[in-house]
């Protein structure tokens, strides 16, 4: 893979901080290496002094005083080293990539810390995007790329998608308007970068099917294009076995994934994960020393406690009950749904994630009707139009998330629409 084509100009000029490369060498070294090179504040004048954070089922957290200096201190701009481990046995694990084992330059699988995978995102689309790139995804999709991807003047390209997911033939259909053999050359404008949320989509919940997933990475072969595989909900699956990921398929190293732990130890911890081909992922880790320096030293020592604590099958009984949970939600919402609205409004259920994606019937647009008679109800859902390419253009959609209310408020909700 020849890395750099994909590259905006602003990427390729990156260079490392000096600065931050001298603290990392620091924490890399041994204690009694005298350092007058950093600029990092002495951890002897922060008022914290310890923690004991307490975990569901009798666990403890524990940072004694040295643990704290450390986890109030700089660390890494890719992400402390143990939970990094950790996650990247995980990951292989889970997905067996094929890239695990390349060397560096032809694509290695890495990974880095980000502060959320929205700050993966948005970093990667940065990387990759300039004026003018023809750039393609599913539409409706997450409210979130769009406001990352249209700042950046590139043009979005609908590829159309059902309860499925992205449909390989609508994607060989748009594909055509270019020649395969024709994408290297200087001036083409084929795409070279494809986005979907392959599981749970937001907000339509759909998910794809390991068959179209294999339809479509072999069309990104065929047109050298990357894909970014955004799967915040992929530990949301509500049946099992999980369906294979885009991760597990790549024999290119095409693949740049984002993984989240919001939806299942905490949002407010802003801790993901970026998984792609190591060229690209030490870009991203450049642009974090120039931006944020790295996620909460505190947050990811506090993650890889509990994770080391617990182990990949503890993690695993975890997801298990967090999956158990919104299944019960997604099912309270279909039923309430199935009650009040079948004369009302069409939707599919969901196999994955939080969401609810509603057609309504007779109604041309949704703006209106959330916005003013929906609240006015004391009822509150997202109208279809924020997750579209043309926001203003009239859509007949709702989005409802399960995820907070109880099942006896979501049908008091549904009764309400």
């Known amino acids: 893979m020849n890395y750099a084509r994909f590259l905006t100009a602003v990427s390729a000029a990156r260079k490392p901080s000096p600065i931050r490369m001298l603290t990392?060498?620091?924490?890399?070294?041994?204690?009694?290496?005298?350092?007058?090179?950093?600029?990092?504040?002495?951890?002897n004048t922060f008022p914290f002094q310890s923690?004991?954070?307490?975990?569901?089922?009798?666990?403890?957290?524990?940072?004694?005083?040295?643990?704290?200096?450390?986890?109030?201190?700089?660390?890494?701009?890719n992400g402390i080293p143990e939970l990094l481990t950790w996650m990247k046995n995980l990951q292989k694990t889970l997905h067996n990539p094929p890239t695990a084992a390349y060397s560096p330059e032809k694509g290695q699988m890495?990974?880095?810390?980000?502060?959320?995978?929205?700050?993966?995102?948005?970093?990667?689309?940065?990387?990759?995007?300039?004026?003018?790139?023809?750039?393609?995804?599913?539409?409706?999709?997450?409210?979130?790329?769009?406001?990352?991807?249209?700042?950046l003047g590139c043009n979005l390209i609908n590829v159309p998608s059902d309860q499925h997911g992205m449909i390989p033939a609508a994607l060989r259909d748009v594909l055509s308007r270019w020649d395969p053999s024709e994408v290297?050359?200087?001036?083409?404008?084929?795409?070279?970068l494809l986005y979907t949320i392959p599981n749970g989509g937001n907000p339509t919940g759909a998910s794809m099917t390991a068959e179209r997933k294999r339809e479509v990475y072999e069309l990104a072969r065929r047109y050298d294009m990357l894909i970014i595989e955004d799967d915040p909900y992929y530990f949301?699956?509500?049946?099992?076995?999980?369906?294979?990921?885009?991760?597990?398929?790549?024999?290119?190293?095409?693949?740049?994934?984002?993984?989240?732990?919001?939806k299942i130890l905490s949002s407010g911890l802003r801790i993901g994960f970026l998984t792609g081909p190591k060229p690209l992922v030490d870009r991203v880790v450049l642009h974090i020393q120039a931006s944020t320096m790295h996620t909460s030293t505190f947050t990811q020592l506090m993650v890889s406690q509990l994770l080391h604590s617990w182990g990949q099958e503890g993690f695993l009984q975890h997801i298990d009950g967090v999956i158990d949970f919104?299944?019960?939600?997604?099912?309270?919402?279909?039923s309430s749904a199935d009650k009040h609205l079948k004369d009302l409004a069409e939707w599919h259920s969901p196999s994955a994630g939080m969401f609810l994606w509603m057609k309504l019937k007779n109604i041309a647009d949704t703006q209106q009707l959330i916005m003013q008679k929906a609240l006015e109800k004391e009822v509150l859902l997202v109208p279809g139009g924020a997750f579209m390419i043309n926001s203003s253009d009239p859509c007949p959609y709702v989005r409802a998330a399960f995820s907070l209310s109880t099942p006896e408020q979501i049908d008091e909700l549904d009764h309400l629409i």
């Open 184 to 192: 290297h050359r200087p001036g083409s404008t084929a795409p070279r």
């Open 236 to 262: 949301l699956q509500f049946d099992k076995p999980w369906a294979p990921t885009f991760l597990s398929m790549d024999v290119d190293g095409r693949i740049i994934r984002t993984d989240s732990f919001s």
């Open 326 to 334: 919104y299944r019960k939600q997604r099912d309270a919402m279909i």
């Open 24 to 43: 990392e060498l620091q924490q890399r070294s041994p204690p009694s290496l005298i350092s007058l090179a950093g600029g990092a504040p002495n951890p």
């Open 110 to 151: 890495d990974m880095c810390v980000t502060t959320g995978s929205q700050e993966g995102l948005c970093k990667v689309f940065e990387m990759l995007v300039g004026p003018g790139d023809n750039v393609l995804l599913d539409a409706p999709t997450y409210a979130g790329t769009l406001a990352a991807l249209q700042p």
């Open 51 to 77: 923690a004991s954070i307490q975990v569901k089922g009798g666990e403890t957290v524990t940072f004694d005083e040295a643990a704290m200096k450390r986890a109030l201190q700089y660390s890494a701009s």
